[in-house]
């Protein structure tokens, strides 16, 4: 996966010959990959140097053969040229920089942004942290939930944590929760409002709310707090959800011939062993013939890709659908012969309003979904058989997300070229013991046929 590049770079240079007083010499450059040619311009260096003394070299015969296309005028005794010195930063620069260097074309390179993610990339890494985000909600809600999350990457931080720092957020989201009541509450549907109200309630000052999470903080119980903002972040998340009764986009005309699903749903899949054997025991428990999923479908993101999906559950296509395990993940075969509408690929860029259709994203330019494929029980639609601009009408696959084997950033290579509808958020340690033979013995939609709109009710 290549990423166009920009960096900047500053070296000081201090040669180690013995008893010998040299100058430093100190230059910065900045370079990045060109996109292509036509729009090349000249690499430029921009040097410069400072001697530390006037008498501090006066034997520079042995400099003098070191071939470089570089020359600057001297700066010691009015006119000495620097060719070693020049050499020698750029062999220190080729030797000691991580960068891919070599072969690079330098007089066809561009300054550009860096696209390079960093481990620091703020990708969810869980189901529940993706599908919180993805729900369209009241801008005063959004600025609740950044603020807390925030304290899951203060969390992290060995030893002492920034516990003034905690504060300062939660106080923050307890400003704009206050200050932005009304707001709030408006965007809740009327029949909805007193449901509402009563979550409101139980942010501010219910027994999990923000006003505890502050006690947590100041005590200074790292545990407390986890399960405090775990607590806090649901409360956001139900709130969200009531301010999201439906889809907040309009969809293209030409696809509402599709199943298309209007919200959230929940689909519960159980698996039983092909081979006769058994899951792993729950804590305390017996060996199990069969182990239950609970996958959450996020319609919001991918209305007509969960829509085909929930209708295809709710006819009994996967009842006794056999699984195969390829390299990190696990798709369904289709043994049933019952397949769906082949809906077009389906993704949602981060920072848009409506997904796109028949496209996929490029992750080297910085485009990135709302639904990652990049966590681990991540769900995804196959590419049809035919075109790889369409998800496949039947067959789907659980991602079994390894970030050892993804880019950097730990970003899968695929990501952005699958149509991602969902999570499993229940059972997800099963997916590591399922093996190629196993069977979806029943597929069922616990939650959201109210949601679920069938073409011929369009």
């Given at each position: 996966?290549?990423?166009?590049?920009?960096?900047?770079?500053?070296?000081?240079?201090?040669?180690?010959?013995?008893?010998?007083r040299?100058?430093?010499?100190?230059f910065?450059?900045?370079?990045?990959?060109?996109?292509n040619?036509?729009?090349?311009?000249?690499?430029?260096?921009?040097?410069?140097?400072?001697?530390?003394?006037?008498?501090?070299?006066?034997?520079?015969?042995?400099?003098?053969?070191?071939?470089?296309?570089?020359?600057?005028?001297?700066?010691?005794?009015?006119?000495?040229?620097?060719?070693?010195?020049?050499?020698?930063?750029?062999?220190?620069?080729?030797?000691?920089?991580?960068?891919?260097?070599?072969?690079?074309?330098?007089?066809?390179?561009?300054?550009?942004?860096?696209?390079?993610?960093?481990?620091?990339?703020?990708?969810?890494?869980?189901?529940?942290?993706?599908?919180?985000?993805?729900?369209?909600?009241?801008?005063?809600?959004?600025?609740?939930?950044?603020?807390l999350?925030?304290?899951?990457?203060?969390?992290?931080?060995?030893?002492?944590?920034?516990?003034?720092?905690?504060?300062?957020?939660?106080?923050?989201?307890?400003?704009?929760a206050?200050?932005?009541?009304?707001?709030i509450?408006?965007?809740?549907?009327?029949?909805?409002?007193?449901?509402?109200?009563?979550?409101?309630?139980?942010?501010?000052?219910?027994?999990?709310?923000?006003?505890?999470?502050?006690?947590?903080?100041?005590?200074?119980?790292?545990?407390?707090?986890?399960?405090?903002?775990?607590?806090?972040l649901?409360?956001?998340?139900e709130?969200?959800?009531?301010?999201?009764?439906?889809?907040?986009?309009?969809?293209?005309?030409?696809?509402?011939?599709?199943?298309?699903?209007?919200?959230?749903?929940?689909?519960?899949?159980?698996?039983?062993?092909?081979?006769?054997?058994?899951?792993?025991?729950?804590?305390?428990?017996?060996?199990?013939?069969?182990?239950?999923?609970?996958?959450?479908?996020?319609?919001?993101?991918?209305?007509?890709?969960?829509?085909?999906?929930?209708?295809?559950?709710?006819d009994?296509?996967?009842?006794?659908?056999?699984?195969?395990c390829?390299?990190?993940?696990?798709?369904?075969?289709?043994?049933?012969?019952?397949?769906?509408?082949?809906?077009?690929?389906e993704?949602?860029?981060?920072?848009?309003?409506?997904?796109l259709?028949?496209?996929?994203?490029?992750?080297?330019d910085?485009?990135l979904?709302?639904?990652?494929?990049?966590?681990y029980?991540?769900?995804?639609?196959?590419?049809?058989?035919?075109?790889?601009?369409?998800?496949?009408?039947?067959?789907?696959?659980?991602?079994?997300?390894?970030?050892?084997?993804?880019?950097?950033?730990?970003?899968?290579?695929?990501?952005?070229?699958?149509?991602?509808?969902?999570?499993?958020?229940?059972?997800?340690?099963?997916?590591?013991?399922?093996?190629?033979g196993?069977?979806?013995?029943?597929?069922?939609?616990?939650?959201?046929?109210?949601?679920?709109?069938?073409?011929?009710?369009?």
């Open positions: 996966m290549a990423f166009p590049l920009s960096s900047s770079i500053a070296l000081s240079f201090t040669p180690s010959t013995p008893k010998r040299f100058f430093s010499t100190h910065s450059f900045r370079f990045s990959q060109a996109r040619q036509e729009n090349a311009t000249p690499f430029q260096l921009k040097f410069q140097c400072k001697a530390s003394k006037e008498d501090f070299l006066k034997d520079h015969s042995q400099f003098r053969n070191i071939a470089t296309s570089f020359n600057l005028s001297a700066l010691i005794n009015g006119r000495m040229k620097l060719e070693s010195v020049i050499a020698a930063i750029l062999i220190a620069a080729q030797v000691t920089s991580p960068l891919p260097l070599a072969g690079w074309d330098f007089w066809s390179i561009l300054p550009a942004n860096a696209v390079l993610y960093s481990p620091e990339t703020k990708l969810p890494r869980t189901g529940e942290l993706a599908l919180r985000r993805a729900i369209p909600a009241n801008t005063n809600m959004k600025a609740i939930q950044a603020s999350e925030e304290l899951s990457y203060l969390l992290r931080i060995p030893q002492r944590k920034p516990y003034g720092t905690m504060e300062g957020n939660v106080k923050k989201a307890l400003k704009i206050v200050d932005g009541k009304d707001s509450l408006a965007s809740i549907p009327a029949d909805l409002r007193e449901k509402g109200s009563a979550l409101y309630d139980s942010l501010i000052d219910g027994k999990s709310g923000l006003e505890a999470l502050l006690k947590c903080i100041k005590d200074q119980d790292p545990d407390r707090v986890s399960v405090g903002l775990a607590s806090s649901d409360t956001v998340a709130l969200k959800l009531l301010q999201a009764p439906g889809l907040s986009f309009l969809l293209p005309e030409q696809y509402l011939k599709y199943p298309r699903l209007t919200g959230r749903a929940v689909v519960e899949l159980t698996i039983e062993k092909g081979d006769g054997s058994s899951f792993s025991p729950e804590v305390g428990g017996e060996p199990r013939k069969t182990s239950t999923i609970q996958v959450v479908l996020d319609g919001y993101s991918a209305p007509l890709t969960t829509g085909n999906f929930a209708k295809l559950v709710t009994g296509a996967y009842d006794g659908t056999k699984l195969s390829i390299n990190q993940a696990i798709i369904s075969e289709n043994d049933t012969g019952k397949t769906g509408y082949s809906a077009p690929l993704i949602m860029p981060l920072g848009q309003f409506e997904p259709y028949k496209t996929t994203l490029s992750v080297q910085g485009e979904p709302v639904l990652p494929l990049s966590v029980g991540a769900v995804a639609m196959a590419h049809s058989d035919v075109s790889e601009e369409n998800s496949s009408p039947y067959q789907f696959f659980f991602y079994l997300y390894d970030k050892r084997n993804s880019g950097l950033g730990g970003i899968s290579f695929d990501e952005g070229q699958f149509s991602v509808f969902g999570y499993t958020t229940a059972g997800r340690e099963i997916l590591a013991e399922i093996r190629s196993d069977v979806i013995k029943s597929a069922k939609l616990l939650q959201g046929q109210d949601r679920l709109v069938l073409p011929n009710e369009s």
